[in-house]
């Protein structure tokens, strides 16, 4: 009998590669909130912000020790007109150009006159320069006559009839004349007439201020004044207007004036 078929043996099987470990799984991402809007505080209409406070800055004192208190006695003169600054102010207007002038300010520990002003809490900075231009370019009397208000609109009004080219002297020349705008006396008019009628001047000297021959005016005015100022008409009010297109040299004498110049004729 024929023999049975064996069957040939399976291979045994390879050894595989070795599994690689898994890793540990990773946590969940923490899930991120959304920020909560930021709401600003709204104020009603018309209130104040608050303002977060500044620090306070203290000025050092400078210079001699006499030099401040002379600077320090200035100031307390200018508090004590103060209170009766409608009669005082020209001597308060003297306190304060002492105080500008030789720059006393700066040993009060103050940078400008301005700052001094502002700091001390002496009165707003336009008023002090005006009592400063006051005493500077008006007498004490006619000053005192006319009070603060119309004393400075005066003045505004001398500025103009100087000249831009008008030094410091020729305004001081004109003011030592009889106080009149527009031939009124000062004293009779308001501090808004005054005003209203160097409003209209300073129109006509804003058109003719372009003309060519405008310079020459003023200094021939100026030329003028100095001479009648030197043959004793010193109170003539010279002033060089543009008027219809021709610059004209206009000459405002008194009596006592107008004969130094006849006496200085014959």
């Not at 399976?10 to 470990?21: D, Y």
């Not at 620090?55 to 100031?75: F, I, M, N, Q, Y």
């Not at 060089?240 to 021709?246: E, H, S, T």
Request: charged share 25%.
């Amino acid at each position: 009998m024929p023999k049975p078929l064996r069957r040939a043996p399976s291979p045994a099987p390879q050894p595989g590669p070795k599994p690689v470990g898994r890793s540990k799984p990773r946590p969940a991402p923490t899930p991120v909130r959304p920020a909560s809007p930021v709401v600003k505080p709204t104020l009603p209409p018309g209130a104040l912000v608050p303002v977060p406070p500044q620090a306070v800055v203290v000025p050092k004192p400078t210079g001699s020790p006499a030099l401040r208190r002379e600077a320090e006695a200035l100031v307390a003169a200018i508090e004590q007109h103060k209170a009766r600054i409608g009669v005082s102010f020209y001597e308060t207007g003297r306190a304060l150009t002492a105080l500008l002038d030789r720059k006393l300010y700066t040993t009060l520990g103050y940078a400008t006159f301005a700052a001094l002003v502002e700091g001390r809490k002496l009165m707003s900075r336009a008023f002090a320069w005006q009592l400063v231009a006051i005493f500077r370019s008006i007498p004490r009397e006619t000053a005192q006559q006319l009070g603060p208000a119309k004393a400075f609109e005066w003045l505004r009004v001398l500025r103009l009839e100087a000249g831009p080219e008008a030094e410091p002297q020729d305004v001081r020349h004109l003011a030592g004349g009889e106080p009149q705008v527009g031939g009124q006396p000062v004293s009779l008019m308001t501090v808004n007439e005054i005003a209203e009628f160097r409003r209209r001047m300073q129109e006509r000297e804003d058109s003719a201020r372009h003309d060519p021959g405008a310079p020459e005016a003023h200094r021939a005015a100026r030329v003028l004044a100095q001479y009648l100022q030197r043959i004793g008409a010193g109170d003539a009010e010279v002033a060089a207007r543009f008027i219809k297109g021709v610059w004209r040299i206009r000459a405002d004498l008194s009596v006592p004036a107008a004969q130094a110049v006849c006496g200085k004729k014959s």
